[in-house]
């Protein structure tokens, strides 16, 4: 098939690109170099042209014979300072709703949207006595006292947290959260209009080479790796024990092929699937398992915490395992030890 990739130049699109030449089929790469991501000096791989997603003119010609479009293109990050919402939503969800117009001209119904977990928010919890209860915003005096998991809203007590199901209803936090349910809704609205298939991926915490270095881009994978090099020992917030996902970036590039090849057997609208290794990790645990294998400093765990950062979060595979007949080959142990001597992309 022939398979137009935004964002082909970054650190995902880059290896998305090579799975999906792997198994064949023909890729028309596109990316705007955006300087936040890729800084000022980066240039094009091979077989990707530089094009912008919000400029109707220059998706028209690439878009000719394309039997798929496989949308990784966005701008990323923690997304919680408000004065970057107008970035967000243009990046992401005006670039988006000009790629699908473009799409409905050219007479291309099959969409891979790059969604991620953080459309859940602070992910699922039950109460004992409430049941299944969004968790009450953690409050600033019990941080200070080390008490970092959240509470019942409802009777304050304490509240289990449990892996996401694509059901999970949607509950941004950020900026950044917010353009990426944007995304999905306008691709149902596509969907709906002209009668389009979208397999929506959630992407979990993506690691792997080639990562970008420390900035405010990266993930804790990519800042803990990058203090190791310095020669510094990884700073882990909290207490450590943050529940998360790591899943390998060659894996998450499996996961794309097999929704591009899949989506046309799909139903009309958006089916979305988290894209997760199966295997729980904790933050602490990333830190220490890197540290080992790089042989540099053991992490220290600061107690410092930003109130903003979700406690726990991680999701059943098994959805993807169905629809997709996705399973993650990288456990997180192989991929942590890879990663301690891998290149990170510098800026």
């Not at 000719?64 to 992401?92: S, W």
């Not at 092929?257 to 290794?277: F, K, M, W």
């Amino acid at each position: 098939m022939k398979v137009l990739l935004t964002g082909a130049a970054g650190f995902i699109g880059q290896h998305v690109a090579d799975a999906l030449r792997t198994a064949g089929h023909d890729v028309v790469g596109l990316d705007a170099l955006l300087s936040q991501a890729h800084g000022t000096d980066a240039g094009l791989p091979p077989g990707v042209v530089r094009a912008d997603v919000r400029e109707p003119a220059d998706l028209e010609p690439l878009l000719a014979g394309v039997d798929v479009v496989c949308h990784q293109a966005a701008m990323v990050g923690n997304g919680v300072d408000a004065q970057d919402l107008p970035d967000y939503a243009t990046h992401n969800d005006y670039g988006t709703a000009v790629l699908l117009a473009a799409m409905a001209r050219a007479g291309i119904g099959r969409l891979v949207l790059a969604s991620s977990m953080v459309v859940y928010g602070d992910g699922r919890y039950t109460c004992e006595r409430d049941g299944d209860v969004p968790p009450a915003p953690r409050r600033e005096e019990d941080l200070r006292q080390g008490r970092y998991d959240p509470r019942c809203p409802f009777c304050d007590g304490p509240v289990t947290w449990h892996l996401i199901g694509e059901e999970t209803v949607f509950a941004p936090r950020t900026s950044y959260a917010a353009s990426k349910v944007a995304q999905e809704h306008y691709a149902d609205a596509w969907c709906t209009l002209e009668a389009a298939r979208c397999v929506a991926l959630r992407y979990h915490n993506v690691y792997g080479p080639g990562m970008p270095a420390d900035t405010p881009y990266s993930g804790v994978a990519a800042i803990f790796r990058s203090a190791i090099a310095r020669g510094q020992a990884p700073a882990v917030f909290e207490d450590g024990r943050q529940v998360r996902d790591f899943v390998h970036v060659r894996d998450l590039a499996l996961a794309n092929l097999a929704a591009v090849e899949r989506v046309g057997d799909h139903r009309q609208g958006v089916t979305p699937y988290n894209v997760c290794s199966g295997t729980t990790y904790t933050i602490g645990a990333m830190a220490e398992r890197l540290s080992e294998a790089a042989g540099g400093k053991a992490p220290v765990v600061t107690g410092d915490y930003r109130a903003f950062d979700v406690r726990h979060v991680a999701a059943s595979p098994q959805a993807a395992r169905d629809g997709l007949g996705f399973n993650a080959q990288i456990g997180p142990d192989e991929g942590i030890a890879e990663l301690a001597t891998a290149p990170l992309r510098q800026r």
